[in-house]
């Protein structure tokens, strides 16, 4: 993605975002307003790890995973 961008393909019509700041440790990212969760819910263990070090207090957790129990796992009171 850093690399060609991210292709958003939608019935509201195809675009490129060209521009993706995509890391690969949790601890090199700023705050968030918005943080996208796309881990294997194999993985969901780690979300109290690294969930509060990247969202700021007022933002948004947006979860695209499929699997029973991912919306108590990217809770904020789970993380505690």
């Given at each position: 993605?850093?690399?060609?961008?991210?292709?958003?393909?939608?019935?509201?019509?195809?675009?490129?975002?060209?521009?993706?700041?995509?890391?690969?440790?949790?601890?090199?990212?700023?705050?968030?307003?918005?943080?996208?969760?796309?881990?294997?819910?194999?993985?969901?263990?780690?979300?109290?790890?690294?969930?509060?070090?990247?969202?700021?207090?007022?933002?948004?957790?947006?979860?695209?995973?499929?699997?029973?129990?991912?919306?108590?796992?990217s809770?904020?009171?789970?993380?505690?």
């Amino acid at each position: 993605m850093r690399d060609y961008g991210l292709a958003i393909e939608s019935s509201d019509g195809d675009f490129v975002l060209s521009q993706i700041h995509a890391y690969s440790n949790v601890k090199d990212m700023p705050r968030c307003d918005v943080v996208v969760i796309t881990l294997k819910t194999t993985q969901n263990d780690l979300l109290p790890q690294m969930l509060p070090a990247v969202i700021k207090e007022d933002g948004v957790v947006l979860v695209l995973q499929n699997g029973l129990g991912i919306g108590r796992a990217s809770s904020p009171n789970c993380w505690t």
